[in-house]
């Protein structure tokens, strides 16, 4: 937890099927360059194995968000990719802020891997309720 503030950071993430843990490994190294420690990752729960191998990887918990609840995330980013395909303005956004739990809030938008099969987002936030999906 973060120490001064009672408050948990996740990393949610977005990625396309054929991403690689090397494209995950690099947003989080990003978004802890930019934000500090990160504590929890996240992501949809159809898509959480990969997350779980870095979750494995870095010693650290992964949170599922279902799948239907992401359309209820309001977002930074707008894709119409992710509109179309998820229902929502960006995976990793939504994943984030709702693994972070209510009144959760993104640090910042969506970051973009350099291969653009991943997107992962920030969101600080207290937790309560979410901790039912996480794993490691």
Do not use: W
């Not at 396309?16 to 990003?30: F, G, H, P, T, V």
């Amino acid at each position: 937890m973060t120490a001064a503030s009672n408050a948990m950071c996740v990393v949610g993430f977005g990625f396309r099927r054929a991403a690689r843990l090397a494209s995950l490994a690099d947003l989080l190294a990003q978004l802890e360059a930019r934000y500090g420690p990160v504590d929890r990752l996240a992501a949809a729960a159809s898509k959480q194995a990969l997350v779980q191998a870095l979750g494995r990887e870095r010693g650290m918990a992964v949170i599922a968000v279902a799948d239907e609840a992401l359309p209820s995330a309001v977002t930074l980013t707008h894709s119409r990719h992710s509109l179309e395909a998820r229902g929502t303005g960006s995976v990793a956004e939504a994943v984030a802020l709702l693994a972070a739990g209510p009144g959760a809030e993104l640090l910042g938008p969506r970051l973009i891997s350099a291969d653009r099969m991943a997107t992962a987002a920030v969101a600080r936030g207290a937790l309560r309720g979410a901790l039912r999906g996480e794993g490691a």
